[in-house]
Structure formats: C-alpha cells, structure tokens
C-alpha cells in the first residue's frame, strides 16, 4: 500500500526557509519520479517540482532559484528546501509520485505570513 506522509510545514515570515520532508513507503521508491504539489482554497493543484530517481530536477517558474527538491532513496525520504520564502507560497504542500497522482499524503499547511 502507497503511503505518502508530509511533515515540515508551519509559520514563517517573509523571507525565512522551510524544509519539508515526505516519508513514503509501499512502492519501489528509488526507481520512481517524485514531485511536491502545493494547493490554495479554490485553486487546481500546482506543480512545483520533480525529480527524477537518478536526482535530476524540474521547477516551476515561481521557486526557480528559492526551492530545491532533493532526496535520500536510503531512507525513502522526499525533501523540499524553500528558501526565501513569499507570502504567495502560502499553499497546502503536497508529496506524489510524479507524474501519477493516484496516491497522495495528508499534505502540509505552510503559511507565510509577517
């Protein structure tokens, strides 16, 4: 069974850093695509970026330069390092395997804001 679960979110003012992590489990994690989605009350799900299982990365335009999406295939953990942070980050974080998204975690909230 795919689980996805996403920690890491919170407060942060203008200008601060956060880094989320996503525990997955039930699926063959080092040889999978992997992506973070973020989501705002009334908007379509957002992609911001992906990474391929040999590490090879796409952004979005919006976090281009300020986020960095990583991960550790030993310990089936996703990141994403968000720097510089603007309160139109303010969104729902989400982890998924990419570019299925049949599966998702229960998302976390990061709320930008001074």
């Known amino acids: 069974q795919v689980r996805l679960a996403e920690s890491g979110g919170g407060l942060v003012q203008p200008g601060g850093s956060l880094r989320l992590s996503c525990a997955a489990s039930?699926?063959?994690?080092?040889?999978?695509?992997m992506a973070w989605y973020r989501q705002v009350p009334g908007k379509e799900r957002e992609l911001v970026a992906d990474i391929t299982g040999s590490g090879r990365t796409n952004y979005a335009d919006s976090v281009k330069g300020r986020f960095t999406i990583s991960r550790d295939n030993a310990k089936r953990t996703l990141y994403l390092q968000m720097n510089s942070l603007k309160p139109e980050d303010t969104a729902v974080y989400y982890c998924?395997?990419?570019?299925?998204?049949?599966?998702w975690g229960q998302g976390t909230q990061v709320t930008v804001s001074s």
């Open positions: 998924s395997l990419y570019p299925s998204t049949n599966y």
């Open positions: 039930g699926f063959f994690f080092r040889v999978n695509s």
